[in-house]
């Protein structure tokens, strides 16, 4: 697409509120992940797996990273992100009643 006026998509790469999932194409795949969005910006099995939870478990425990980040990708990142999430729940579910 010709689209001059916009913005380099590699622009977006930085952005606060984007996060990607490491359901991917292995160790390595997430490794560069981790190189060009860093670890933080990591989260597993976010949006379900055509690999296997198995195949996903087994690609982050191979990449080298450290485990600090590791521990992030599997679950810090996203208790960080979406755990504030559960205190709506239950207004949530008292409202529909």
């Not at 981790?34 to 296997?52: H, Q």
């Not at 939870?53 to 992030?72: F, H, N, V």
């Not at 208790?79 to 008292?94: C, K, M, S, W």
């Amino acid at each position: 697409m010709d689209t001059p006026d916009l913005p380099l998509p590699s622009t977006q790469v930085r952005k606060p509120n984007l996060f990607l999932d490491c359901n991917s194409f292995g160790a390595r795949a997430i490794e560069l992940g981790v190189d060009l969005y860093g670890a933080d910006k990591i989260m597993f099995a976010t949006d379900g797996t055509d690999f296997s939870t198995e195949w996903s478990l087994k690609a982050l425990q191979e990449a080298r990273i450290d485990e600090s980040a590791k521990a992030g990708i599997l679950y810090a990142n996203a208790a960080r992100v979406i755990g504030g999430l559960t205190r709506l729940a239950p207004a949530r579910e008292r409202q529909a009643a």
